[in-house]
């Protein structure tokens, strides 16, 4: 893993987080995008080298929707960059962390993205990504 690439936080309503992010941070968000396999709606913002993308539900049933009904808005994921996403699938998978799924998927920001499962990694919902070139 090369750096923490974002850090995603679920929230209820994207342009009134956009607001408050952009008060917050001192900046626009970079790029939003709808994500409609994933059922979500996500803006970006960068800070420094690292960015935050706030997800929004665009289905009921997303698993931002089940998140925010849980555990209300906040923190939902850390995001890693990694070179390439399957050898360390693959490494991750031989060292006991449980994936999420088995083949990268499309994610926003131009990347291919695996979870791992939180029970597997401290409490944590981790995304690895690699950039598509």
Not at 44 to 61: A, H, M, N, R, T
Not at 78 to 87: F, N, R, T, W
């Amino acid at each position: 893993m090369r750096k923490i690439e974002h850090i995603g936080i679920a929230v209820k309503d994207l342009e009134k987080s956009n607001e408050l992010y952009s008060k917050l941070l001192n900046t626009k968000p970079y790029k939003l995008e709808e994500v409609e396999s994933e059922g979500v709606k996500t803006s970006f913002f960068q800070v420094g080298e690292s960015k935050i993308e706030l997800l929004e539900s665009s289905k009921e049933d997303s698993a931002i929707a089940k998140f925010i009904s849980k555990k209300g808005e906040g923190i939902h994921h850390i995001a890693y960059d990694v070179e390439d996403i399957y050898k360390e699938m693959e490494r991750l998978k031989e060292e006991g962390f449980i994936l999420l799924n088995t083949e990268p998927k499309k994610g926003a920001d131009n990347k291919l993205v695996c979870f791992l499962h939180p029970k597997s990694a401290g409490g944590v919902l981790v995304e690895l990504c690699q950039e598509i070139k």
